[in-house]
Antibody, heavy 117, light 106 residues
Framework: QVQLVQSGAELRKPGTSVKVSCKTS????????IHWVRQAAGHGLEWMGW????????GYAYKFQGRVTMTRDTSINTAYMELDSLRFEDTAIYYC??????????WGQGTQVTVSS | SYELTQPPSVSVSPGQTATITCSGR??????ACWYQQRPGQSPMVVIY???KRPPGIPGRFSGSNSGDTATLTISGTQATDEADYYC?????????FGGGTRLTVL
């Protein structure tokens, strides 16, 4: 079955960066876009951007442009999301998900990123 | 930027019909989908392309989208349906989420 398995929780200081991985299985990795969504505690879902694993093309939500980079390694069917210049308000659960039929699914289990001094 | 508005909370009695709305400018000209998120879990799509149910989603879940409003309807609501529900507008450039609605089954 289709699975997306993310890397473990991260603790970072303000101003540093974090890189989260999303290992996929059960489908052709290059056949579907990977999107990243985050959720701060007690808050809603926030779309961050997308990556085409086949071409490497990306598109980022305006809010994250200049601070986020989405990449992939097709040899291991894994997508990455790197967020720079971390702020306290970047503390959230970060999800990767696959797009298809004009919706997202399935989703990874989420990666807690905590920004604390 | 495009925005979607949902009621923060909806309450329903078991067996009754729950209706959750999602409002956005000309939302009916885009596709709408709905996600269910139980506490501590990742979201899961329950309706896509306005009114389609993925395999495994019970038939009591239905959706519609017209004008400025998309609607998720849960008929014969069960206790297991208690969760947060998020709408999403989908077109070539828009993937925005609504703020979410907490469904409480009393």
């Amino acid at each position: 079955q289709v699975q997306l398995v993310q890397s473990g929780a991260e603790l970072r200081k303000p101003g540093t960066s974090v890189k989260v991985s999303c290992k996929t299985s059960g489908y052709t990795f290059t056949g579907s876009e990977i999107h990243w969504v985050r959720q701060a505690a007690g808050h809603g879902l926030e779309w961050m951007g997308w990556m085409n694993p086949n071409s490497g093309n990306t598109g980022y939500a305006y809010k994250f442009q200049g601070r986020v980079t989405m990449t992939r390694d097709t040899s291991i069917n894994t997508a990455y999301m790197e967020l720079d210049s971390l702020r306290f308000e970047d503390t959230a659960i970060y999800y990767c998900t696959r797009s298809g039929s004009r919706s997202f699914g399935p989703w990874g289990q989420g990666t807690q990123v905590t920004v604390s001094s | 930027s495009y925005e979607l508005t949902q009621p923060p909370s909806v309450s329903v009695s078991p067996g009754q019909t729950a209706t959750i709305t999602c409002s956005g400018r000309k939302l009916g000209e885009k596709y709408a989908c709905w996600y269910q998120q139980r506490p501590g879990q990742s979201p899961m799509v329950v309706i896509y392309e306005d009114n389609k149910r993925p395999p495994g989603i019970p038939g009591r879940f239905s959706g519609s989208n017209s004008g400025d409003t998309a609607t998720l309807t849960i008929s014969g609501t069960q206790a297991t349906d208690e969760a947060d529900y998020y709408c999403q507008a989908w077109d070539s450039t828009t993937k925005v989420f609504g703020g979410g609605t907490r469904l409480t089954v009393l």
